[in-house]
């Protein structure tokens, strides 16, 4: 009889099990941290498969690149140390800057460059590192998917969470350029000190060698201005090559390459790429000159049209210009916009300029 009992009891659970929904059944099992931009590396396949995407040209599904390989698919990712022969749990590694840069290359890059120009990230040089901003919930997710790092509260980490009135960080809020700025500008406009820009991306190569080193030119000279939000905000760009093809992507991006000053009037207000912007010029934000690449210096506002691009190939170990008539295809990314009439024509205006008497 107890033979019995228990037989029927195990038919009932293997009914249940059959007929649950599988997806039912596995939700109560996964993970808050599943639905994590570092865990799902949404960001970068949903701007690249997205309509006038790359994949456009390159016509591979990101789940077949090697990108998403960087993205954490358990905790070891971060957390797993040796010791003893043992594989162990460490919070400690997983807080260290070093350990954020095995995948954050361009930051890596940036506090490179940065170091060796001997003029470091204020909070980098403060002893600050990425948990020093970033909590758990920027790292971990909170149980939300998000299809980009820029749509709204997905990334929590803000300069106004410090610096504010009676805030743990200095701000001064009766300061001239936060009294003007104020709701139009983005912190990162003033603050951060150039753009690190992965430039040129040969993905053909890309693919050849599965490997991005040696196969993009590292840049940091330019500072590109975007709208994000309504506000004016540092930008990025992505460009690639493959087959012929050019393609650029423009993106809000704070690289964190941050000056404790602001910078001056004039570095934004009609310099010299709004005048030649003004002139119906382009401005050459990356040239080819003798056999050399030659990146612009200073501040330059996002108007697609009036940006000058050189796209390259890769002979050997050489950069040759691209020879190619095509039109370069361009998109606009996490949710960056070209800057407005209106901002242009405030960039446009003089100010900061002493009068002669």
């Given at each position: 009889m107890k033979k019995q009992k228990r037989m029927c009891g195990l038919l009932v659970v293997l009914v249940c099990f059959l007929f649950i929904p599988f997806g039912h059944a596995t939700d109560k099992f996964s993970s808050f941290f599943?639905?994590?931009?570092?865990?799902?590396?949404?960001?970068?396949?949903?701007?690249?498969?997205?309509?006038?995407?790359f994949m456009d040209i390159a016509g591979i599904p990101y789940n077949k690149l090697g990108c998403k390989q960087c993205h954490a698919k358990s905790c070891d990712k971060c957390h797993a140390v040796e010791?003893?022969?043992?594989?162990?749990?460490?919070?400690?590694?997983?807080?260290?800057?070093?350990?954020?840069?095995?995948?954050?290359?361009r930051e890596a890059l940036s506090c490179k460059f940065d170091k060796e120009a001997n003029h470091p990230d204020v909070h980098i040089a403060a002893g600050m590192n990425c948990v020093s901003c970033h909590s758990g919930e920027d790292i971990h997710g909170i149980g939300k998917?998000?299809?980009?790092?820029?749509?709204?509260?997905?990334?929590?980490?803000?300069?106004?969470?410090?610096?504010?009135?009676?805030?743990?960080?200095?701000?001064?809020?009766?300061?001239?350029?936060?009294?003007v700025h104020k709701e139009k500008l983005d912190c990162a406009a003033c603050h951060v000190r150039s753009t690190m820009a992965c430039y040129n991306c040969h993905f053909g190569r890309f693919l050849e060698t599965k490997s991005k080193t040696?196969?993009?030119?590292?840049?940091?000279?330019?500072?590109?201005?975007?709208?994000?939000?309504?506000?004016?905000?540092?930008?990025n760009v992505m460009s690639l090559v493959y087959k012929g093809k050019k393609f650029i992507a423009y993106v809000p991006y704070f690289t964190h390459s941050v000056m404790p000053k602001g910078r001056n009037c004039v570095d934004c207000h009609n310099n010299k790429a709004i005048q030649l912007i003004k002139a119906g010029k382009k401005?050459?934000?990356?040239?080819?000159?003798?056999?050399?690449?030659?990146?612009?210096?200073?501040?330059?506002?996002?108007?697609?049209?009036?940006?000058?691009?050189?796209?390259?190939?890769?002979?050997?170990?050489?950069?040759?210009?691209?020879?190619?008539?095509?039109k370069e295809w361009i998109q606009f990314a996490t949710y960056?916009?070209?800057?407005?009439?209106?901002?242009l024509k405030r960039m446009s205006m003089p100010f900061g300029i002493k009068k002669k008497k």
């Open positions: 599943c639905k994590s931009l570092h865990y799902t590396g949404e960001g970068m396949r949903y701007w690249y498969e997205e309509q006038n995407g010791k003893d022969g043992k594989m162990v749990f460490s919070v400690a590694k997983a807080k260290t800057i070093q350990n954020c840069f095995i995948c954050h290359k998917f998000y299809q980009s790092m820029r749509a709204p509260e997905a990334v929590k980490a803000n300069c106004t969470n410090c610096h504010k009135e009676g805030g743990t960080a200095p701000f001064v809020a009766t300061l001239k350029p936060h009294r040696g196969n993009f030119i590292p840049m940091k000279s330019w500072l590109l201005l975007i709208n994000y939000q309504d506000k004016v905000t540092a930008a401005v050459p934000v990356v040239s080819f000159k003798n056999g050399k690449i030659v990146p612009w210096k200073g501040v330059v506002p996002v108007v697609p049209h009036r940006l000058q691009w050189v796209y390259l190939d890769k002979q050997g170990n050489k950069w040759v210009p691209l020879k190619s008539d095509e960056g916009k070209p800057l407005t009439e209106k901002q």
